[in-house]
Nanobody, 126 residues
Framework: QVQLVESGGGLVQAGDSRRLSCAPS????????MGWFRQAPGKEREFVAA????????DYASSVRGRFTVSRDNAKNTMYLQMNSLKPEDTAVYYC???????????????????WGQGTQVTVSS
């Protein structure tokens, strides 16, 4: 059974940094393209970042580019999202997602992913 577990969320101040982790189980991690999405209250889920199977390529939403960094350690079966210079508008539930679909390399759309975590809340106070 595939399970994705996010961790690292919490309450932070504007300007702070935070690192989220995603630890999948039940899948061959290195064969999955991975991504981060977020959903703020009253808004639709939106793309944050994606990383290729090898970790050699990544993509970001324009709202986080230059502040967030996605990475993965295939030996540890873990993906990370390093968030710097956090803003109140980054407040959301953050979800990690995994895609087994071979045509997905850096997926920006949620329907490109077939496994999802339960999410971790990040709240940024001003």
């Amino acid at each position: 059974q595939v399970q994705l577990v996010e961790s690292g969320g919490g309450l932070v101040q504007a300007g702070d940094s935070r690192r989220l982790s995603c630890a999948p189980s039940g899948l061959g991690f290195s064969t999955y393209a991975m991504g981060w999405f977020r959903q703020a209250p009253g808004k639709e889920r939106e793309f944050v970042a994606a990383i290729s199977r090898s970790g050699g390529n990544s993509d970001y939403a324009s709202s986080v580019r230059g502040r967030f960094t996605v990475s993965r350690d295939n030996a540890k079966n873990t993906m990370y999202l390093q968030m710097n210079s956090l803003k109140p508008e980054d407040t959301a539930v953050y979800y990690c997602a995994a895609s087994s679909r071979l045509f997905v390399r850096l997926g920006r759309n949620s329907d490109e992913y077939n496994y999802w975590g339960q999410g971790t809340q990040v709240t940024v106070s001003s």
